[in-house]
């Protein structure tokens, strides 16, 4: 959370305070929705677990498309379709490893989103990240390795503990 206070810099004119709000309350929701999957996946299938996933949440998505879509032309929906598309098998590809693999494993890949946002930030946009980004993103890197490693450290010791025989 420190490191995620130093990259938004709540306040500051570089993001409005709402807009770290909306971002934060985002984090949380996905924090839970991928809970949600990994208790969906001991019984549900990846594809099952994707379908009510959308279904869930085509209605918020479709009163927001009211609101905030408009004409595309068709180089757009081109692109729109490409995303969906790859979006798709992205989620997929979650939903089947939080499945096989401990949410503490999974997770702290998601940390790759940071490099690969940045990389195609510089090479498409031309947008180089500040310096509260290079401060704070290797904290929030960080601490997500140090919980991954302590929950496998904790998982070792519950297995082991399970091996022992009873007195």
Request: net charge positive; hydrophobic share 55%.
């Amino acid at each position: 959370f420190v490191g995620v206070l130093i990259v938004i810099q709540p306040g500051c004119s570089l993001i409005p305070a709402f807009g770290a709000a909306v971002a934060l309350a985002g984090a949380l929701v996905t924090a839970s929705v991928t809970l949600v999957i990994r208790i969906l996946g001991r019984t549900e299938t990846s594809f099952v677990t994707i379908f009510w996933f959308s279904v869930y949440t085509l209605p918020a998505l479709t009163i927001c498309a009211f609101i905030y879509g408009g004409g595309h032309d068709a180089q757009t929906w081109g692109y729109l379709l490409g995303i969906g598309i790859f979006g798709a098998f992205g989620q997929l590809g979650i939903t089947q490893s939080l499945r096989y693999a401990p949410v503490s494993t999974i997770v702290p890949m998601d940390y790759s989103a940071l490099i690969w946002a940045t990389t195609f930030g510089i090479a498409i946009f031309g947008q180089y990240p500040g310096l509260s980004i290079w401060l704070g993103a290797p904290i929030i890197i960080g601490s997500g390795l140090f919980i991954a490693w302590r929950e496998h450290v904790r998982a070792s010791k519950l297995m082991v503990a399970k091996a022992e025989p009873s007195a």
